[in-house]
């Protein structure tokens, strides 16, 4: 088992920039893969991006790409979202997710095992 909270959301203008943090407690951080999700209102959750256990290979959604930035330190259990150039349709709740079973489609939220509780961004225009 283990639990992830969500943390750096705000109010921000387009343009601007967010840092997420996913602290991660509970089994060994290092073996999760760690996904970025996120769900605007009336939407489903959807992927943004994707980091493997060493943070050797990243993935993005091409709505983000350029744009954020996946990273994670195993030495604090934590993974981070750079999120640069904000734009309003970005606002949404972003959660993020640990895969330990591997091999599963990157994208899909079944793949994910854990998820943390969401953290609120909102973009002003």
């Known amino acids: 088992q283990v639990q992830l909270v969500e943390s750096g959301g705000g109010l921000v203008q387009a343009g601007g920039s967010l840092r997420l943090s996913c602290a991660a407690s509970?089994?060994?951080?290092?073996?999760?893969?760690m996904g970025w999700f996120r769900q605007a209102p009336g939407k489903e959750r959807e992927f943004v991006s994707r980091?493997?256990?060493?943070?050797?290979?990243?993935h993005y959604a091409d709505s983000v790409k350029g744009r954020f930035t996946i990273s994670r330190d195993n030495a604090k259990n934590t993974v981070y979202l750079q999120m640069n150039a904000l734009k309003p349709e970005d606002t949404a709740v972003y959660y993020c997710?640990?895969?330990?079973?591997?091999?599963?489609?990157?994208?899909?939220?079944?793949?994910?095992?854990?998820w943390g509780q969401g953290t609120q961004v909102t973009v002003s225009s």
């Open positions: 980091i493997s256990p060493s943070g050797g290979l990243t």
């Open positions: 509970g089994r060994t951080f290092s073996n999760y893969l």
């Open positions: 997710a640990a895969d330990s079973r591997y091999g599963g489609r990157i994208s899909y939220t079944t793949t994910y095992d854990y």
